[in-house]
């Protein structure tokens, strides 16, 4: 499936370098031909803070410890897979990561990539931060002035799984616009990020979008970033507008606007979007008499019903919105909704766009993204709520994170590798957890092929919302020769999203060495 991902990258970097793209978005920038970057044989690049192989890119094993590294390898059409972790642009507080035409930034991977599928990815269980905190923890003025730059980039410039969090912009940088992000003239598709705990000292502490440019927002959340002026989440300026679809604004604060801000000729299409629990002293939405913003099927927080069909303002009800640290903007914010939220089965089904990243790897980006921020199924029906939305059931929800399903299967760790002496033997622990919120969930193991060397305490189990059961996994290596075995634990279950997982098994068997005592011989 690898290559089939990226052979149509390829082909869409193709038609986007010859003339007008799929959409009136997906045009290249006029440039001069030695400027162009034209598409070479497709590859996959790896990035592993972990890693300690060759450093060459080309595999988990040999895979890059540094993101720039792999950006600077990367040709269009190449996707860059990254491991969770956390990577910083440089050194220096003018270093970015500069997003490039036709190539594909998709974090959320496990330390050593798992099975080395593109499904092992989940973003939310493993956090890949992108970080402007290059300086003194303790202070962000020392930070890097933007932590991810789009600017001129097309549609095919893809980010999505990662968090981006610390950037800090000060005036003398870019007029102190866009701490986490920072686009001029750009278009690039941004997809299930976290922009979290980024400042800008005049406007865009998440996100800045300036000059004419129009990229995609999707299933992206916006949390504890801040700015002295307007967008503490997000602001377009100067002709350029943002399309932001089922994006959560929650923990945003701003001498202006909270959320979202259009000034100076700026504009944005808003659906399926929460914008709740931002500073209340000012308006979630700020727009001036030069600027335009069409919004619908969106829960916006205020005195009144922000205008436009289908839009409501009643409190979201998070799970956790601020996690337990009672802090918005860090990794423990649970903005999903509960179960009687009135944005369960509210949004607009029309307005969810196609799943330009192929985000379930099934070869068709031209259906609609069918995954929420965290990975799990976006369109669910909730039977006991009344659909409010647009379109037929199942029917979206607003915000960036359906609906937690009734039974969401988490299995930790994601392999076992073990090492030991001919004849012992040694346990290892396997966790299976129901992060779902409505019912149990039932589950099988085996083995694959079935390995005398392993056994198992559990092999079946029923697992109640919010549990967690512990397996032992004993390896006995008593009727082994030395060498390396190798199994799978298969792990069957009613989770509707991932029925099977496979946990990779590799069992080292090594040479007992046999130290005699020293004999000492009279002369």
Known sequence: MIQNRNFQRFLLSLLILVGPGLSSQAQAPNLPYDSLNIPTVPKTIYVDDTASG?????????????????LGAANPSDEIWVASGTYKP???????????NGVALYGGFPDGGGDGTF?????????????????????KTDNTYHVVTGSGNNTTAIIDGFTITRGYTPVSADTGMGG????????????GISFMDNFAENYGGGMANVYLGNPLVVNCTFTGNMTNGSGGGLVNLYGASTTIVNSTFAGNAAGGASAIANYSGGGAYVRNIIAWGNNIANPAIGVDSGSSISVQYSLI??????????????????????????????????????????????????????????????????????????????????FQVTDTGNGSAPLVDMGAIETPIWRDINVSPVSL??????????????????LGSYADLNWTLS??????????????????????????????????NTGVYTSALEISS??????????????????????????????
């Open 54 to 70: 060759s450093d060459t890119g080309t595999s988990w094993a040999n895979a890059y410890t540094n993101l720039q590294t792999a």
């Open 90 to 100: 440089g050194a220096a507080r003018g270093h970015t990561f500069q997003l490039k």
């Open 119 to 139: 499904i092992a990815r989940k973003p939310k269980l493993y956090h890949t931060l992108l970080s402007g905190e290059i300086g003194n923890p303790s202070i």
């Open 180 to 191: 986490g992000f920072y686009i001029y003239n750009g278009s690039p598709t941004v997809s």
């Open 301 to 382: 927080q205020g005195m009144s019903v922000y205008p436009g069909t289908g839009n409501i303002n009643p409190d979201p009800l998070y799970l956790d919105g601020d996690g337990w640290d009672n802090m918005y903007g860090t990794l423990d914010d649970d903005l999903r909704l509960q179960e009687t939220s009135p944005a369960v089965d509210a949004g607009d089904n029309t307005a969810v766009p196609s799943d330009i990243p192929d985000l379930d790897n099934d070869g068709n980006t031209s259906e609609k993204i069918p995954f929420d921020q965290y990975g799990k199924t976006r369109f669910i029906d909730i």
């Open 417 to 434: 590798d073990v090492a030991i002496k001919i004849g012992d033997s040694t346990t290892r622990a396997l966790i299976l957890q129901n």
């Open 447 to 480: 083995e694959n092929p079935e390995a005398s060397w392993l056994t198992e305490n559990k092999t079946s189990g029923a697992l109640q919302r919010g549990c967690a059961n512990q397996i032992d996994v004993t390896f006995d290596s008593a009727i082994l």
């Open 494 to 523: 009613d989770d509707p999203d991932e029925a099977l997982i496979k946990i990779p098994v590799s069992f080292t068997v090594q040479i007992r060495t046999i130290f005699l005592p020293l004999v000492s011989f009279g002369s």
